[in-house]
Structure formats: C-alpha cells, structure tokens
C-alpha cells in the first residue's frame, strides 16, 4: 500500500467538505488562445461565472457579447456543463435601448462600470456618469444591476485611498439618485467598503452585493512590497493593510448574503506581470476554490463557505441556485509555479504555496 492510499484509508469525514457547486460572479476569460487555456480551470470548480467585458475593444454591446459567450461555450471541455453569464461595459454613450436589448438577451446579467483609466483595459470607461442617466435610468426601470469597480479614477487621490473615496464621491450619491438601482460593488478591499455594503439601507435603496477576492480575503500589502517588490500580487484595487483584510474576512464568514465569490481571476502572462510597468491582476481560476478553502479553514468558517460560494450570489442575481456539488479533501498540495498557456506562462497567485484543501474532480 503506498503513501496515498494509506492518507485516504485514513481520512475522516472532517476531511471532506462536499457543497453545492460554487458559481463565480467576477472573471476575466480574455479571448483566443488564452480564452482557451483558462476557461477549462474555471469550468472544472464552477457552475457559472459573470464573464467581464474589458476586452480590447471591449464588449460594449449586446451583439458584441452575443459573439463573445459564443466563443466562451466553444471553449468549454466536451461534457462539461458550464454556464457563461455576460456583462456589456458601460461607456458614456451606453444608450437606454442598448439596455433594454442586453435585459432582452436573457444571458446578460449586468452592467459593468469601470471609471476611465482605473484599472486594466479601462480607457473606453466612464469618464462621468452624468453622461450614463439615460443607460442607468433604464437599469433601475429593468432591475439590471451595474456592478462597479470601486475607485476614483482621479489621479491626485492616493491609491491606497480610492475605493474608499469612491464610496463618498460615487457610490452613495449614485444610490441616491438612482434609488432602485441594484449594485454590486465588485472586489471590496477595504474596512470601508465592507462597512458601507454591510449597512447599506435597501429598503429605501435598492439592493446591494459585494464580491470578494480570495487575494484580499488572503494577503495584505506586506505580501505584495515586504522584503522586495511582488508583481504577481499586483492587483486593482491594489492589496491594503492588514486591518482592512480583517475585515474582509469577517464579512466573507458573517454568514451575510450581501457579500459572495468573484475570484476576479485575471490572466497575464509572466513577463507582462514581470515588467518595469507590470500590469495588474492575479490568477487564481485554477485553485480558487482551494484558496478561498485555505482562508475559510483559517478562520475556522468552513461551515460558512458553501453560503458565500454557491447561494447568496445566485440569490442577488435571482438564479437558481446550483443542485450538483463539488468535494474538497484535505490533502497538502503545492501550487505550480508556473502555468503553461500556448506558448506563453502564467504565474497562478501563491506559486510554490502549500494548500492544505483541493479539489476532488469526478
Ligand atoms: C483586471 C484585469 O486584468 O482585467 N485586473 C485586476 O487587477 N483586477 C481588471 C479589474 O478587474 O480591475
Ligand atoms: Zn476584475
């Protein structure tokens, strides 16, 4: 009997986690040949995934995303189910009816805002969303949400400080305003963001979510800048200080259904990342579930991973929630340093990492 099968003779019930099947609400695929590389990973631990729209050029309308999911499903492992739910990137010239048509689609499930010039692929964004009255209008009249990438684009305002300016110059007077509006503020990475989506009043205002990363839930700044500068940790909004993933953290296992899984998983390839300008993104699609299984075990909330992985983002979205599961073991395992995508690397987040949880595939 060799080493392996001794560990499974003698593996307890507390060392399976089986769940419902999680369903990941904030991805980037890209296109081509890396669409292909990455899709599979994602497609092995998820149910469904809201696919982003900032392609180059992005996906700005409903026949643009129409062709997009088309080349998502062609991407998809024979036999294998797989759902791509898409999103249209708003533009100061979104108009109501391009509204109407994606709420018409029955695959696209909302619209994402990103302000010009916050994050990668982000130049077509939104410069003022006094422009957008008329697409948001029609949001709010459809139930369409507008997920947000939370930061002010304005230059002067530090960086490690605009997600929380967003809230005060963007976010809540876009509430107000629009006060049937549904939001999801996408990969919260502050004390701030998690207190306001925690508090928010959604009687008076419409319904709000928040996604999680399993980079801020696992990493603070130190990981990205202590002992020499750490590209593959670079992501937008960039990692803050150890007070603010506390506080992720408690919202991830507060058992709140305003708060769900977006891996955010970001594919660039190595030397885009190790780069005197290195872009920003982390990829995490092939050991999500993994990581957010790490955390969650650390925090001793396994119990709550199953409601944030596989319920409360079916539920904002109103999808029904998955019926087939997915098993994680405890079994020490360690991450690949490197991917191979086509010709090129990707670095997964935590390369050379030991996890303690994987993934059990049928
Ligand atoms: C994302 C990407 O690479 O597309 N990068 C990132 O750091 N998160 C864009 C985004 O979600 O901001
Ligand atoms: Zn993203």
Redesign the pocket.
Known sequence: MDLQQTKMQTKSQNDFLKIIRPDDW?L?V?DGAVLAAVLPHTARQFSRALV?P?LKPPITTTALALAYRQRILAAIPFGRAFEPLMTLYLTNDTSADEIARAQDSGVIVGIKL?PAG?????DAGVTDLRQCAAALEMMQKLGLPLLV?GESADPAVDIFDREKVFIDTVLAPLRSDYPALKVVF??ITTKEAAEYVAQADTVRTGAIGATI?PQHLLFNRNAMLAGGIRPHY????VLKRETHRQALLAAAVSGSPRFFLGT?S???TKQAKENACG????YTASHAMELYAQVFDEAHALDKLEGFASFYGADFYQRPRNTDTLTLTRQDWQVPAELRVESEVIVPLGANDTLRWQCVYA
């Open positions: 904030h980037h890209r982003m900032n990103y916050a994050t990668t692929n982000s990438h996408e990969h990363t670079y992501c937008l909004p955010d970001a594919p660039h872009c920003a993104g982390c």
